[in-house]
């Protein structure tokens, strides 16, 4: 079968969801493979369909989906999508989901909230899924929801190399949005060797979406600023983090991000005179009607291939971002 690798006596096999076609399609082709042909459709009252047209026994099987808009229905088909391949006795089931569900929901900040990340991990659990891998995940911690090996992968390699060869590091300042990403900051600054610098913002718990910022911590007049965050929602602590750093006598203002999620009014706002560019993956699809003259997208679709064929191939997905086995 054409769409079906052969490794010895073990077979890998691709699936994808209708969230991101185009990101799987890259990635088998990165693989030098195909697709299995599934069969998934939504019926008139909501429910969703899959059903394999090979057979996939006995099979490596990874099953592909980007949590776009509407993110509850592309996720119910990955979980759905699973449960086939459990009932079709796949070997071994990989969820490949490199935007995490609902990782924002990773603990309790007041009570009677939900831990949703766990709950997403608990769903791929009792669907079937062996194995999660993610890029970027908005929380470290949401690895040990999961109660199996997790694939955390970065995407920094690929907006690195990007960077490098764009930015001088003796006018470069890197900038953490707000304290949580701090420490992935601090890796940024240390790759490219150029300064760290902090913006120290408060959210209202009750407002979802709004950001007051506040101070700046480190050196940014007169410098060229890249601030690194894992994703861009709405866009509106971005930008104010932007408006903070130019009126703090930044020269320039770039921003990079692993997921473009771009709820609106971000495509917008994105354009604002305070960020010079926007730099972000392919996580995530990007319709024409979000993207703007300052996007630049990046594909991610070649570290992901790369994470898959060492899963498959019992190697190191570790080795992929430390250099050591």
Request: aromatic letters at 6%; one cysteine or more.
């Amino acid at each position: 079968m054409a769409s079906i690798k052969v490794s010895g006596q073990k077979r890998l096999v691709l699936v994808s969801g209708r969230a991101h076609p185009q990101l799987a399609l890259d990635i088998a082709e990165e693989l030098g493979s195909d697709l299995v042909p599934t069969d998934a459709r939504t019926f008139a009252n909501g429910e969703i369909y899959a059903r394999y047209d090979e057979s996939v026994r006995g099979c490596d099987a990874f099953v592909i989906q980007s949590h776009t808009e509407p993110i509850n229905e592309w996720l119910m088909e990955q979980l759905i999508m699973v449960d086939a391949l459990k009932r079709a006795s796949a070997k071994r089931i990989t969820v490949v989901s490199p935007f995490y569900p609902y990782a924002r929901q990773d603990k309790k900040g007041r009570g009677r909230e939900p831990i949703s990340a766990r709950l997403i991990a608990d769903l791929y659990k009792a669907a079937g899924a062996d194995r999660i891998m993610s890029v970027d995940l908005h929380a470290a911690q949401i690895q040990g929801f999961f109660d199996g090996p997790v694939d955390h992968l970065f995407a920094m390699p690929v907006l690195l190399e990007h960077f490098q060869k764009l930015l001088d590091p003796s006018t470069l300042t890197v900038v953490s949005p707000d304290m949580g990403r701090v420490r992935v900051a601090d890796i940024w600054s240390d790759k490219l060797g150029a300064p760290l610098a902090i913006i120290h913002k408060r959210r209202d718990p009750l407002v979802p979406n709004k950001v007051t910022v506040h101070d700046i911590v480190g050196d940014v007049d007169g410098r060229v600023c890249l601030l690194v965050d894992d994703m861009i929602d709405t866009g509106g602590t971005i930008v104010k983090a932007a408006e903070a750093l130019k009126r703090a006598g930044a020269l320039k203002v770039v921003v990079a991000a692993t997921h473009a999620i771009f709820s609106d009014p971000a495509p917008t706002i994105l354009q604002s005179e305070f960020i010079d560019s926007v730099v972000v993956t392919d996580t995530l699809p990007v319709p024409e009607h979000k993207r703007f003259p300052t996007l630049t997208i990046l594909p991610i679709a070649p570290l992901l291939a790369r994470a898959i064929h060492e899963v498959f191939d019992d190697g190191s997905v570790t080795s992929m971002f430390d250099g050591a086995a």
